[in-house]
């Protein structure tokens, strides 16, 4: 029994013993990472706030409304000495900017919540303001104001990748927005064929194509590119979302000379300035868009005023309804007739002189189609429209490689 008791009190000093040194471990890794959490030198910058702000909504517009990672609520901030970027993204899509305007006294990387710290920059009226910023908190100070931000671990956020390719395609940014402008309206986010949600684009050494459909009517627009590396998209679908395409052209609006676009297998990356877009592709089969176009010898072709036929297709389609769609389009020599009809609202008729000489043609047309082809275009500007019958589409082109087809309806008897 003796034997027993001393090595049971043995067995029970041994295991207090382990006790007093794991709490001891505890303790010390504990104060560890207090130490490691407490940085010494917090960043400190100051901005000016007009040229912070700007970028700042820029890239707040990427982050998800709603998400379970509260950490793609906020846009994250680094800060060097010869470089400040800021970065945000949905994890489908993703932006970077370069910032100017920027004087960094400490270096170091944040994340800035997009709610309070965007409100903080819209509601000051201070030119410049100072961010101090931790990993327990970020301190905004302006001239009569001062605000402390709660802070997250700028390591958890998504990695937004730089346009570091040695291959990609170069082309005016000018040129590259209305690439975008002429065939985004055209695709259809709410159709559950994920494909017409985006915009195909086809990169050859030479030439870039973009369309657009909803299937019932089809965008197209060409250009030039230079390619660099031997980039092209030769075999693959580059299909690229709605969102990333309207982000491209509001986050590269300003820019004036070239951007660089890089199609990956399943990613793109378009740069211009000193702004970068990243998204990922959308899944899916696009629609052989070269068989929409007709080719065909013996339809009319009619030139016409932007301004003055968008006009009148306005006027014609006021009394349409979601019932009763369909404006008639009837044209004979000299002029053309657009006539709309809606249940329990009227009837419109609209009559315009047209340079035209050929045969009477009708044809049944939705106008808000029409309407939304002749948005993009100058209204002092002409194109064409080519007519066969009331049964085969409808196409519109112009002389800088834009096409669009429309089809027709069934005419109401």
Request: proline share 4%.
């Amino acid at each position: 029994m003796i034997c027993v008791r001393e090595l049971t009190i043995s067995r029970l000093g041994l295991i207090l013993l382990l006790f007093k040194y794991l709490i001891k471990e505890s303790k010390g890794t504990s104060i560890k990472h207090r130490k490691n959490a407490e940085n010494p030198n917090p960043m400190r910058i100051t901005l000016e706030r007009e040229k912070f702000m700007a970028a700042f909504q820029t890239a707040a517009s990427v982050a998800p409304v709603r998400s379970p990672k509260p950490i793609l609520h906020n846009v994250k901030f680094e800060a060097a000495v010869d470089s400040q970027t800021l970065m945000a993204t949905d994890l489908e899509t993703g932006i970077r900017i370069d910032l100017t305007g920027v004087e960094v006294q400490t270096p170091g990387t944040t994340v800035l919540p997009i709610a309070q710290f965007g409100q903080i920059l819209r509601e000051s009226r201070d030119e410049r303001l100072s961010l101090e910023s931790d990993p327990q908190s970020t301190l905004v100070k302006g001239e009569h104001s001062e605000f402390r931000l709660g802070s997250e671990n700028p390591d958890e956020f998504p990695n937004v990748g730089q346009f570091t390719e040695e291959k990609y395609s170069q082309l005016p940014a000018r040129l590259f927005r209305e690439l975008i402008r002429r065939t985004l309206f055209a695709t259809d986010s709410e159709s559950s064929r994920y494909a017409l949600g985006g915009v195909l684009l086809e990169i050859t050494d030479s030439e870039i194509t973009a369309v657009g459909t909803d299937g019932r009517r089809l965008a197209k627009m060409v250009g030039p590119v230079q390619s660099v590396g031997g980039h092209q998209t030769a075999d693959r679908t580059t299909i690229v979302p709605m969102k990333a395409m309207q982000l491209m052209e509001r986050a590269l609006g300003d820019v004036e000379g070239d951007v660089q676009i890089a199609a990956r297998a399943n990613d793109i990356l378009v740069r211009g300035g000193s702004t970068t877009v990243y998204s990922r592709l959308t899944e899916g089969r696009f629609p052989r868009w070269r068989d929409v176009f007709p080719q065909r010898t013996g339809a009319a072709r009619i030139e016409l005023n932007v301004g003055q036929f968008s006009s009148a297709v306005r006027q014609a389609a006021i009394v349409t309804s979601e019932e009763s769609r369909g404006v008639d389009f009837k044209f004979a020599a000299g002029k053309v007739e657009l006539s709309g009809r809606g249940a329990q609202v009227g009837h419109s008729h609209v009559e315009q002189t047209i340079s035209y000489d050929g045969d009477p043609l009708a044809i049944c047309l939705d106008p808000r189609y029409m309407i939304d082809f002749l948005k993009v275009l100058d209204a002092d500007r002409t194109f064409t429209l080519e007519i066969e019958n009331a049964d085969r589409a409808a196409v519109c082109s112009t002389d800088d490689g834009y096409g669009y087809v429309i089809m027709p309806l069934a005419r109401e008897r």
